[in-house]
């Protein structure tokens, strides 16, 4: 609980490098220092002509601070501005540093309370405002952009900087049908001319947030852009040198880099005249539309050498079939990772399949994937596998919270968590106790709910009449072997070794009022087949709860998401095994997905 109230802890990161820039291609080579152990990285990407055009530009390294109070995934912040070229990055250790700051990032994930109430406690909220109000360069980001308003519904009677005017509430649209948070890729309409984003741009960004800044006629000369989803939120704001974004950067591919090199270099975000002669902006555009994710899986665990591989199951086998039975390898974590980044993967899941056997946070190899994929991959990584409380081999107890924020600060954005969450499901349906302890709880409460990813592993079965069950059944199209008409898919643990008297849609309930920001929808009968997505299956769950659902397990062709997007309101659709055999490209399902009229990055 401890924990809890004081977010986890950071390790202090030096940073000190030396860049190397050409007209499209980057190579910043980076010294990093965290507790005492020293390495080097070398991350190089390639920027297209418009990217490289920054706008009125700085010719040397400005003295760039990030304000981090201990809550999220800062090591992707840091890694996207290092790939946006900044080698002069410190973190602000004291209200001393806000005088020697040229520039300040404010990233934030979370609760707008728990955010306040850390700068409060770290004495940042005055320097921080007059920082500020002083109009240097300033750059808040989702939660960051949100403590800039006057207050917040989420955390009634706890105010904000109070810059911005308006007060921030929660979204208003779950009676159209649509999941909060919002969570995906969604365009942006630009309402003023800037240097970080054009008039007329077509680039989505990632959004992740359950909470909005409406536009009001008070702060009308402060909105950048706004964006649509249900209703019409500011999804960045920018006056003067003060900037700030809703939308994640460090999130949003090569597009999101551009925005933090824009920043960085631009020596003025407020263009020249002869600039904007001639550009103008629409006053009345057409909404925005947030795009379904497309999301690549990777199954990794130790193969009989002991080598950290990627391999994919049918029915959740993952030996050959061969007489030796090896563990089947598709290939090295990072690198698939990375070129499913390239090939336009909106998401990337790491699943450690073996974790429980052993201590997660012991397991230095799976960290270090982490790690490396989060310097190459600016899209948002989950990881799952083993996140529950546990004692460790030298009988020291680990919370759940122990072993997230080991991930967070590793690189991760998300943590699924499957057998843990079934159980304690199988608690709180039972007592209908909300303890506060559970893994579900205390990382929703540090981290906020779109942290959280349930994994649910069930198997179909069939009943002749719904009164023959106690859980929830549905009316299924396909008959079972004695020609039931009605199932129900019953939970799994420990990979699907063992059943569990729980169904899958009271499960994603529980999980959703537990504090669980997205359920990631598995089917162990449709793994490896091929055959298309559990179509009934996800559209029950997805009519069952507000938050976001991933449809898994069946994938074989491009056309299959099509079907998935189009005959349901699912909000993300995941494959792993057509994706690593190259049988269906990542390319290939955009290209269909798109051809059809479905929205994508």
């Not at 990627?310 to 390898?329: A, H, I, L, M």
């Not at 409460?445 to 549905?474: C, L, M, W």
């Not at 009968?525 to 055959?531: P, Y």
Request: hydrophobic content about 35%.
């Amino acid at each position: 609980l401890v924990r809890v109230r004081e977010g986890p802890k950071v390790p202090r990161i030096q940073e000190a490098g030396v860049v190397t820039m050409a007209a499209s291609v980057k190579t910043v080579t980076t010294t990093v220092t965290v507790g005492g152990q020293t390495t080097t990285t070398t991350t190089t990407t390639t920027t297209t002509a418009e990217a490289a055009q920054v706008g009125p530009a700085s010719s040397r390294q400005p003295e760039v601070y990030l304000l981090d109070y201990g809550g999220g995934n800062v090591r992707s912040v840091i890694n996207a501005i290092k790939a946006a070229g900044c080698t002069s990055l410190k973190l602000i250790e004291s209200v001393e540093d806000f005088d020697k700051a040229e520039k300040i990032i404010f990233p934030g994930v979370g609760a707008f309370g728990f955010c306040m109430s850390r700068l409060e406690k770290l004495g940042y909220i005055e320097p921080l405002r007059q920082y500020v109000l002083s109009g240097k360069p300033f750059f808040g980001v989702c939660i960051g952009m949100q403590c800039l308003f006057e207050q917040s519904e989420e955390a009634p009677g706890v105010k904000g900087l109070g810059i911005v005017p308006g007060m921030v509430r929660r979204f208003q649209v779950e009676d159209r049908g649509l999941a909060v948070p919002e969570m995906g890729w969604n365009g942006v309409n630009v309402r003023k001319h800037s240097v970080i984003v054009k008039p007329g741009t077509k680039q989505r960004y990632y959004f992740v947030h359950s909470y909005i800044a409406p536009p009001t006629a008070e702060n009308a000369d402060w909105v950048l852009t706004t964006t649509d989803y249900g209703e019409e939120f500011i999804s960045s704001v920018q006056k003067g040198n003060v900037l700030a974004t809703q939308f994640h950067p460090e999130k949003s591919g090569e597009a999101g880099v551009d925005v933090y090199r824009r920043f960085i270099f631009s020596d003025s975000m407020t263009p020249p005249p002869e600039e904007c002669a001639g550009v103008t902006i629409n006053p009345s555009p057409a909404p925005t539309a947030l795009a379904p994710r497309v999301i690549a899986c990777l199954d990794v665990r130790s193969n009989d050498d002991g080598d950290l591989v990627v391999t994919k199951g049918d029915q959740y086998d993952v030996r050959e079939k061969s007489d030796n039975r090896g563990v089947r390898n598709l290939g090295k974590p990072v690198s698939l990772a990375e070129q499913y980044y390239k090939d336009g993967a909106d998401e990337v899941t790491f699943l450690n399949i073996t974790s429980f056997r052993n201590s997660p946070l012991k397991d230095q190899p799976m960290l270090d994937v982490l790690r490396s994929a989060s310097e190459r991959v600016f899209v948002p990584l989950t990881i799952g596998g083993g996140i529950r409380d546990f004692t460790d081999s030298d009988g020291a107890v680990r919370s759940a919270l122990d072993v997230a924020s080991a991930y967070f600060r590793s690189g991760a954005d998300k943590v699924s968590i499957g057998s843990d969450a079934v159980l304690i499901a199988e608690e709180f349906i039972k007592t209908g106790v909300k303890t506060g302890t559970s893994s579900i709880e205390t990382i929703s409460e540090a981290y906020g709910a779109q942290a959280v990813v349930i994994s649910v592993d069930p198997r179909k079965v069939y009943v002749q009449s719904p009164s023959d069950v106690k859980h929830h059944t549905f009316a299924t199209k396909t008959a079972g072997p004695n020609g039931e008409k009605f199932c129900w898919y019953q939970c799994t643990i420990k990979g699907g070794r063992e059943t569990r008297d729980l169904g899958a849609y009271e499960l994603a309930r529980a999980c959703e009022a537990l504090g669980a920001g997205e359920i990631l929808l598995n089917s162990i009968d449709k793994d490896g087949t091929n055959s298309g997505f559990d179509i009934e299956f996800v559209a029950d769950i997805k009519s069952g709860v507000s938050i976001p659902v991933i449809a898994s397990s069946g994938a074989g062709s491009a056309q299959h998401f099509v079907d998935v997007f189009s005959q349901t309101n699912v909000d993300a659709a995941l494959a792993a095994g057509i994706f690593h055999r190259r049988e269906v490209p990542v390319q290939e399902v955009k290209k269909v997905l798109a051809a059809a009229g479905i929205a994508v990055r």
